[in-house]
């Protein structure tokens, strides 16, 4: 395998490429934050540590390396698309003389989002420009994402269209099932998951489902006004915050629920004007917390607590893409699976079949799936609505029955997750070497 590059050391440690150049390096998100004012853009993940490479920095190499990249948060912040973070581009915090062999043609870039999977397609162009813009060639850099499978279609399709030939390269790494999975296999020994003995003693559950939700954007919103309006809320564990903090109410300008985004949701309907409605209400139930409560503190991997899975029976995911063309999963998608949890998924079309893909089992005829085939998103949600009122109109000893139905395929997608998880030190190697350039 090639070398690593860096630009910069400190006490004997590489610091991660494209962090600001003119920054004193900090290393915690949340005090970088509180010291620059803005959100980290590179981080070292620690995913990649895994990698078997070379390290060095890049005044002592030449040519044939790679520049690897660890995205931190929303890649429009770490190319700059997002204007607010313009200044953060990785591209403007490049050395000049690592710039000045990339743009000879003497290495690549790669960019690790092993956390992330939303990759949309107008982004992709926009960083495709960009690199333009620095002398370097799209085909120079490599982007793994976690699994997205709608961006790299639509990208190539881009590219067609205006007859470029020289275009960037997406991998799905499926990276976030494999932290996931590692997660499960730390928490048998933290005792932080559902263990088997805890599964298998059968107790009559406290609520009926478990609905995680951190950042607010328009479709969780739906989803937890849809449960209000249902009487589904407080009965059940629902974790939301829509107060006026950035980092959590994403629902649109002054903190409020987008309007042309929800009527893609919901159409121009009475159910639309009813749940935007309950905003003022919605906000006074504000923060709703289930096992942490700092909504802040929540991370992809890691955060796993087994008592509110324990205390109901389904999960309803409410995935980072529902609205939205680009499709993926993320890491929301594993937690039921690691605690034998069934689960209905406000997701991306055909969620449900990427995991079969995987070797995964869904819920039907438990579950009423067809929602996953559903492209209109207004449809799909109606869909949801529907089964998820169908599935909370039992009682609990219907539902404790109905669940007990679904035994064997938890216990496969639990064991068959597992199995990913054994992988978890290899799998980012053979994405890698799978390269070719």
């Known amino acids: ?199 298998y003693e059968q107790k009559m559950r406290k609520h009926q489902f478990l609905c995680f939700n951190r950042r607010i954007r328009p479709p969780r919103y739906c989803m937890i006004a849809m449960l209000y309006d249902n009487n589904l809320l407080t009965n059940n564990l629902v974790s939301f915050s829509i107060e006026d903090k950035p980092d959590l109410n994403c629902l649109g300008r002054g903190g409020k629920p987008d309007p042309s985004t929800m009527r893609k949701i919901l159409g121009k309907t009475d159910t639309n004007s009813r749940y935007i409605s309950y905003y003022d209400e919605l906000k006074k139930l504000s923060p709703m917390t289930v096992d942490y409560s700092n909504l802040l503190e929540v991370m992809g991997p890691g955060c796993e607590n087994k008592q509110p899975y324990l205390d109901t029976y389904f999960s309803i995911v409410t995935e980072t893409s529902f609205n939205e063309d680009t499709w993926c999963l993320t890491e929301k998608i594993w937690r039921p699976i690691i605690h034998y949890h069934p689960f209905i998924v406000q997701g991306s079309p055909y969620t449900l079949a990427q995991l079969k893909d995987l070797g995964f089992k869904s819920f039907s005829p438990y579950i009423n799936e067809s929602y996953d085939e559903e492209k209109n998103v207004k449809k799909r949600m109606e869909k949801l609505t529907e089964e998820i009122v169908r599935l909370c109109s039992m009682s609990r000893e219907e539902m404790h029955e109905w669940y007990w139905g679904m035994k064997d395929i938890l216990i496969y997608n639990r064991a068959h997750l597992q199995g990913y998880g054994n992988q978890f030190y290899t799998y980012l190697n053979e994405s890698i070497n799978a390269i070719q350039h």
């Open 1 to 199: 395998m090639k070398t690593f590059i860096y630009d910069r050391k400190e006490n004997g440690m590489f610091l991660p490429n494209g962090y600001h150049l003119s920054y004193e390096y900090v290393h915690d998100p949340a005090k970088y934050k509180d010291k620059y004012g803005f959100e980290k853009t590179v981080h070292f993940l620690g995913a990649t540590d895994s990698i078997k490479v070379e390290k060095k920095l890049s005044s002592e190499v030449e040519k044939d390396f790679i520049y690897p990249v660890e995205q931190f948060g929303a890649i429009e912040k770490l190319i700059g698309e997002d204007e607010l973070y313009s200044e953060f581009c990785f591209l403007n915090h490049i050395k000049k003389d690592t710039l000045k062999k990339l743009q000879n043609r003497k290495g690549h870039i790669y960019v690790f989002a092993l956390e992330e999977s939303r990759l949309p397609t107008q982004t992709l162009i926009f960083l495709h420009k960009k690199l333009k813009e620095f002398g370097i060639l799209p085909s120079q850099l490599i982007y793994l994402t976690g699994n997205n499978w709608s961006s790299k279609k639509e990208y190539i399709s881009a590219c067609d269209n205006w007859f470029e030939p020289d275009r960037l390269t997406v991998i799905n790494t499926n990276s976030q099932m494999y932290l996931k999975a590692h997660d499960l296999l730390k928490g048998q020994q933290n005792n932080n998951i559902v263990r088997g003995k805890d599964f």
